[in-house]
């Protein structure tokens, strides 16, 4: 008879979901997961069946975390507004309590650029294709722009964003907030 499950999985995966998002998956080991998630190796390959798997529940579980400045986005109708509201959204979700700064998602998509890891870039990829759909789609509501130029604008915003997570680690707010205004002066 197999044993009854002394944790929540949900919990343990939020737990572990920080420490990736601090540290990175490379250096992020079992013995800090142990640790912090309060369960053995065992339970991990138990539950998980490795520490990929449990990245990437934990990919997934960030993916619902930040779902409803996702949904915000995707259902407003005021055009490059939606996109600068979306940018300090993504910035405020990093201050919130518990969360770690940066996003988990660009961090991931850095630190899996050079390996070929399907599962992952699979996840990572979907997410940054359907954000610049969005961006496409935002900057189209106002704009008599040709499609060439509207699609460059939404690489740089794509870049922009990237840029901005990772700013979002270290500088200042007045600073991050000088960044976004700057980005949407010109658009």
């Not at 343990?12 to 979901?17: G, P, W």
């Not at 540290?23 to 539950?47: A, C, D, P, R, V």
């Not at 770690?100 to 997410?127: H, M, R, V, W």
Request: overall charge negative; aromatic content about 12%; charged content about 30%.
């Amino acid at each position: 008879m197999a044993r009854k499950k002394e944790y929540n999985e949900d919990e343990v995966v939020e737990k572990a979901m920080r420490l990736f998002w601090k540290n990175g998956y490379e250096n992020t080991s079992m013995q800090m997961l142990e640790k912090e998630m309060g369960i053995n190796k065992f339970s991990i390959y138990s539950s998980f069946g490795s520490k990929h798997g449990l990245f990437f529940e934990c990919l997934k579980s960030y993916k619902k975390k930040v779902n409803s400045i996702f949904e915000q986005f995707k259902n407003s109708n005021k055009g490059i507004e939606d996109i600068k509201e979306f940018f300090y959204n993504s910035v405020r979700i990093c201050n919130e309590e518990g969360n770690e700064k940066g996003c988990l998602l660009t961090n991931t998509y850095n630190e899996f650029a050079d390996k070929e890891d399907e599962p992952i870039n699979g996840q990572i990829n979907s997410f940054m294709d359907n954000l610049k759909e969005l961006f496409i789609e935002k900057l189209k509501m106002n704009s008599d722009k040709d499609e060439e130029t509207v699609l460059k604008q939404a690489n740089y915003l794509l870049i922009a964003k990237h840029g901005l997570a990772a700013a979002s680690r270290v500088n200042s707010s007045k600073e991050i907030e000088d960044f976004i205004e700057m980005t949407f002066k010109g658009l």
